[in-house]
C-alpha cells in the first residue's frame, strides 16, 4: 500500500505503524541505553541503543520513505551524516566536489579528511566537463549540493548521475536545501541522499540531526556498519522530534516555496538591490533543470545591494526584526544570515570569492509567517 501513497501522505504514515504494545499513534520515546534478553542474544531485535533504537528506527523507516529509498540512517548531525559517507573511502581515493557548498562541509573535507589521504577536487557543476576533467581511476565519490548554499546554484542530478555510473563511482547528494518535498535524488540516478535533518526536515529549530537514505543493499549494509562502529547516532528525543517535524513537511514547504517566491520578487523589483539569487527566476543558471528536477524552488535565497560592501550587508542583517539574525535554515521562522562571516568564514576569502560568497552576499531562510510583514521588515532594513 505505502508505495502508492503520494508524497503528502508518506509524511504523515510512511513507514510507519501503532506501537504494537498499546497502539500509541504516535512512536514511543523509548529512552533507554539497554533492552533485557532472556538468553544470551535472545532479544526481541533491539539490544543496545547505538546500535538500533525504536523510536530512531521509526523515524529511519519514515525518511526512507519520503525519500522513495529503501534504508533511512539517522545520526547526530548532518556532518556526522556526512563522516559517515566519507568512510566508505580509503586513503589515496579522490572525491570531486561542488565548489559552492556549505563551510562546514568544506571544512570537514580540507581541516579533517585530506589529512587521512582523501584527495578533494572542488568544481564547478554546471559545467559538466569540470566534472569528466577532474575524473582519474582514484576518484571514488561525487559529491554534489544542489541547490547550493548560498549560491542557489541548480546542478543538474541526473546528467551527473550518468557521468558517475559511466565510470563506477557512487554518487552522494546533499538534498538539505530542497527536502525531498521538492527533489528526490534517489530517483534521478544518485546512490546516497543526505540531509542536515536540523533544517527542513525537522523544522522547528529545536533539533539537531544528519540522515542518510540508500536504496542498494551493500551499500546500506557499510553505511549501518559505520554507523554502529563510529556511533554517531542521534538519540531517541530527537528522533522523536524530528518524526513529529516531518509529518508537517509538505504544508510547511509549501509556504516556505511560496513566501520565497513573492519575496524574491521584492527584491529583484526593489531599486536598491543588485542581484538575486533564486532558481524560479528564468534568467537563473540552469532553471530549466531546476523545473525539470524540482517540484517547485524552495525557501532559500540570496542578495546583493547596488554598490553593496561587507559594511552595507552587515547593516541590513543588524536593522531586520522579523527575520531573525541567525545560523542555520529550515525553521517555521524567517533567518537572515551572513555567508561570509557566518555559515562560510571558515572558507579562505579568495576560495569563497570565486564562487560568488562575497562580502556583500546575504542569505535568507524565508519561513511561514505572513509575507506581507517579511516584506515590511525587509522594506526598513534595506532602507
Not at 549560491?151 to 551527473?160: G, L, S
Request: include cysteine; hydrophobic fraction near 40%.
Amino acid at each position: 500500500m505505502e508505495d502508492k501513497l503520494h508524497f503528502n501522505s508518506k509524511t504523515i504514515h510512511g513507514g510507519q505503524a501503532p506501537d504494537k504494545a498499546y497502539g500509541s499513534v504516535m512512536p514511543p520515546i523509548y529512552q533507554t541505553s539497554t533492552y533485557a534478553q532472556t538468553t544470551p542474544g535472545g532479544h526481541k531485535g533491539f539490544e543496545y541503543s547505538r546500535t538500533h533504537n525504536p523510536t530512531r528506527q521509526a523515524l529511519e523507516k519514515s525518511l526512507a520513505s519520503i525519500e522513495s529509498g529503501q534504508f533511512g540512517f539517522a545520526f547526530g548531525s548532518g556532518l556526522a551524516a556526512m563522516d559517515a559517507v566519507l568512510k566508505l573511502l580509503k586513503p589515496g581515493d579522490e572525491i570531486i566536489s561542488t565548489n559552492d557548498l556549505y563551510g562546514g562541509s568544506y571544512r570537514l573535507f580540507t581541516k579533517i579528511f585530506e589529512d587521512f589521504g582523501l584527495k578533494f577536487h572542488f568544481v564547478g557543476m554546471d559545467n559538466l566537463q569540470n566534472i569528466t576533467d577532474n575524473i582519474t581511476n582514484e576518484t571514488k565519490l561525487i559529491w554534489v549540493e544542489t541547490p547550493t548554499n548560498p549560491m542557489m546554484n541548480i546542478i543538474d542530478v541526473k546528467a551527473v548521475s550518468a557521468i558517475a555510473k559511466k565510470h563506477n563511482i557512487l554518487l552522494a547528494v546533499d538534498n538539505t536545501f530542497a527536502s525531498p518535498y521538492i527533489q528526490q535524488p534517489l530517483k534521478l540516478g544518485a546512490d546516497i541522499v543526505m540531509h542536515s535533518a536540523t533544517k527542513y526536515l525537522a523544522g522547528h529549530s529545536d533539533v539537531v540531526l544528519g540522515a542518510l537514505v540508500v536504496n542498494k543493499t551493500d551499500l546500506a549494509e557499510r553505511i549501518g556498519f559505520i554507523q554502529n562502529a563510529s556511533g554517531a547516532i542521534c538519540g531517541p528525543m530527537d528522533s522523536f522530534l524530528t518524526l513529529r517535524g516531518i509529518k508537517t513537511l509538505h504544508v510547511r514547504m509549501h509556504r516556505h516555496c511560496e513566501n520565497a517566491e513573492t519575496i524574491a520578487h521584492f527584491l529583484k523589483n526593489h531599486p536598491k538591490i543588485e542581484t538575486v539569487f533564486w532558481p524560479g527566476f528564468e534568467t537563473h543558471e540552469n532553471h530549466d533543470v531546476a523545473k525539470a528536477q524540482m517540484n517547485g524552488f524552495g525557501g532559500m535565497l540570496s542578495f546583493t545591494t547596488k554598490g553593496a560592501n561587507y559594511e552595507a550587508a552587515i547593516k541590513i542583517v543588524e536593522r531586520l526584526n522579523l527575520f531573525t539574525l541567525a545560523e542555520s535554515l529550515g525553521g517555521v521562522e524567517s533567518l537572515a544570515g551572513h555567508p561570509a562571516s557566518m555559515t562560510h568564514a571558515s572558507i579562505p576569502k579568495e576560495v569563497r570569492e570565486k564562487s560568488g560568497v562575497v562580502d556583500a552576499l546575504i542569505r535568507l531562510s524565508v519561513g511561514i509567517e505572513d509575507v506581507r510583514d517579511l516584506i515590511a521588515d525587509l522594506e526598513q532594513a534595506i532602507g
